[in-house]
């Protein structure tokens, strides 16, 4: 049956608090010395605004969380489950136990680390997962110059609730900022850029591929074929499976593909054409480095293994990794599925439920969308 949606929740029980306090932000010793008085942050309230959204929807989420006031104490307040998977030991969490959680949930097989703070939380989840982690943050802050946040609570409980329900909503990078509290403190405004996150965000047509308000199929193809060719790594080997949209990447590679079987590429070159499995499994054998698969959703069902490619065995699919599996579909073809997750049928029920969760899939030139994967049995 398909997951639901796995939440991973961090919540800084000091964030916002010195917004009242006239203190331009939250970070350092005052605002924990104020905290240890007695005064509060604003993070729980505004967690559970957003938290309060899915609570009628409990069959579709998943959360698992940190425990006390940096997600547990929310979680039972918003009337959902969670597994708490740690806590922190001292009076008050600072930046190493966020730090420490948000690695600890990614471990934990969450499909999105969903935070509440300001910047210098979403600094901390940056440090902790790196930019190619899904990852939402809360507004709850003082300092918001980073655009890795909804715009509000609502927006972001909104927003679970869409990715839940099998909507498009794409992934895109977003950056972490954060101002120099001393510094504006004596009037001086100094942002710094930290890096990205990669945040998910309402799922749209790219205007290139708009035509008469509708995606045009080959130009998104296209699109999506650039930035695939553009993002090879010419020491990786990969194998690409069947299909119109993987046909367009060997083009633009300037190779011929086989439109209905699986060739081997390394450094833009057909190492082998229309392979069987025993054949691939030799080529992944041999690799010099990492092999990935690149593969499109088959058939009117939405099938991305087990349908028309059945040369990806679980060998193969082991053997290269499920980590290294390139997802490739154009938003017309996920939007026809009105919500369904993609499919998998690869024979091994142990290693469907492996590939199953929310995956990243590219649906155009450096645009993204993190949906549904099932098993064949929903």
Partial sequence: MSAPLHIGLLIN??????????MKGSDGDTAREVALKGGTGRSQERALRALRILADNKDL????????????EAVEQ???VAAAIGTYDCELPGPEDSRR????????GVDLLVFVGGDGTARDIHDAVGSDFPALGIPAGV?????????????AGELLLQLARGGLVGLHPREVRDID???LRRGEVKSRFYGDLLVPSEGRFLQSTKVGGREDPELAAADIAAWVAETMDSKRTYLLGPGTTTAAIAGEIGVEGTLLGV??????????????????LAAITGAPGTVSIVVTATGAQGFLFGRGNQQFSPAVIRGAGVDNIVIVATKSKISSLEGRPLLVDTNDPSLDRELGGYREIITGYEDR??????????
Avoid: N
């Fill in 13 to 22: 029980p000091l964030a916002g608090l010195g917004g009242s306090l006239a």
């Fill in 61 to 72: 989420v998943q959360v698992s969380c940190w425990g006390g006031a940096m997600g547990a």
């Fill in 78 to 80: 918003a009337g959902l």
């Fill in 101 to 108: 959680a948000a690695r600890a949930l990614a471990e934990a």
């Fill in 143 to 155: 300092k918001m110059q980073s655009g890795v946040f909804a715009i509000s609570p609502e927006a």
């Fill in 181 to 183: 509290e001393d510094a």
């Fill in 263 to 280: 060739d081997v590429i390394r450094d833009r070159q057909v190492i082998a054409a229309d392979v069987s499995e025993s054949e691939l």
């Fill in 369 to 378: 969308l993190l949906y549904r994967i099932s098993d064949a049995l929903e």
